[in-house]
């Protein structure tokens, strides 16, 4: 389970995460930051059933093995991925924990 805390001082918004179990927690933004969404793996493969765990996702500031990484190899829980963004057409995903 997720909590989303949020709070709105001088027009920043602070989100916190707070996990109960121990899940990933990946944030992902679709065209920019138009669309901005907190998923686990599971939910992210339950809601957007299209997505193909074999396509590559870039890390244009990446160097050697980071530089393009399949989306099951992010979404798994023994990557050591945390806090890499990674893109993908309109699709930005960054493991939090």
């Known amino acids: 389970?997720?909590?989303i805390i949020e709070n709105t001082d001088n027009n920043v918004r602070y989100v916190q995460v707070k996990?109960?179990?121990k899940e990933n927690v990946f944030l992902c933004t679709w065209n920019g930051n138009d669309n901005v969404e907190l998923h686990t793996a599971f939910t992210l493969k339950e809601v957007y059933t299209d997505l193909k765990m074999?396509?590559?996702f870039r890390?244009?500031?990446g160097h050697g093995r980071h530089k393009f990484k399949?989306?099951?190899t992010i979404l798994d829980e023994k990557s050591d991925l945390v806090n890499i963004?990674?893109?993908k057409d309109n699709m930005t995903i960054t493991k939090l924990k």
């Open 1 to 3: 389970m997720i909590t």
């Open 19 to 21: 996990k109960q179990n």
């Open 54 to 56: 074999n396509s590559f």
């Open 59 to 61: 890390n244009p500031s």
């Open 70 to 72: 399949t989306l099951g």
């Open 85 to 87: 963004k990674f893109y």
